[in-house]
């Protein structure tokens, strides 16, 4: 009898331990479909023909998704010194200003603006809202956003996104919009009749950096935006390779700087 039991409790001690595997097996599994259906959700250009895609969606693809990034301004001292300042190592720093011992040597070092208010001895937060939409225009999803937001009637949205005036088959282009100003006055995109802002531009692979071949102003106060068209070749191979691949954009004006990264599949490109 001493025995029956025995068994009997190790019989329903396995069967426990059992059926706590089994529901963490099944949580596990409902998670896993779960974020897969989220995958899939957010990577709707992937399953989901260009002509149903939504306004919401099409307005997505060219404002935050893998081709259309919000980047913080930095901005450069000291013409623009904040009254409080935190260092961000090499986050932006230009790549080719990083030694082989992972320093900075970039002049001017850059430094994000925090909000004045907070003082020294406060914990800092980052002032506002100054940000770049970097957009990469050549990618395929991109224009097919474009085409559905004008076939749902949405020119006006359209024009303030600052779609690219063309898209020459032998260039990359990318288009810079000012996001958020954050600051009276700051206009780096406006065309006066001084001339045009100066602005430095690069676009590095692995396998090198170029510089743009053209570059062009549109729109004007809030749809001020600029346009880079970058060579598809450089010393006559392909800037980017025939597998899923990477880029760095680059962009510096009158005291500020913009960094953006782009990770881009070959199918992706237009």
């Not at 359209?158 to 898209?167: C, G, I, N, T």
């Amino acid at each position: 009898m001493h025995g029956l039991t025995h068994l009997r409790q190790r019989y329903e001690r396995c069967a426990s331990v059992t059926m706590a595997i089994l529901r963490t097996i099944l949580m596990l599994l409902t998670l896993i479909s779960g974020l897969s259906f989220v995958a899939r959700a957010d990577d709707f250009w992937k399953h989901k023909p260009p002509a149903q895609w939504t306004l919401a969606e099409a307005l997505k693809l060219v404002r935050r998704s893998p081709w259309a990034k919000q980047e913080v301004v930095v901005f450069l001292r000291p013409e623009n010194q904040a009254d409080y300042s935190i260092p961000t190592g090499l986050k932006h720093c230009d790549p080719d200003a990083i030694d082989a011992n992972g320093n900075c040597t970039q002049k001017g070092r850059i430094e994000v603006p925090v909000d004045s208010s907070r003082g020294p001895n406060a914990g800092p937060r980052l002032s506002p809202s100054t940000a770049f939409l970097v957009r990469w225009e050549s990618a395929t999803p991109v224009v097919q956003a474009f085409v559905r937001l004008a076939d749902l009637g949405e020119s006006a949205l359209v024009e303030f996104q600052a779609q690219a005036p063309r898209l020459p088959a032998d260039r990359y282009v990318i288009t810079v919009k000012l996001e958020q100003a954050g600051r009276a006055g700051f206009e780096p995109f406006t065309v006066t009749t001084a001339g045009k802002p100066d602005l430095r531009a690069t676009l590095k692979t692995h396998r090198g950096t170029v510089a743009p071949l053209e570059v062009e102003f549109t729109g004007t106060g809030s749809n001020a935006s600029v346009h880079f068209f970058f060579s598809r070749t450089l010393d006559g191979s392909p800037l980017l390779g025939p597998e899923r691949d990477s880029a760095q954009f680059s962009l510096r004006g009158t005291a500020f700087a913009v960094h953006s990264k782009f990770t881009l599949d070959p199918e992706s490109f237009h």
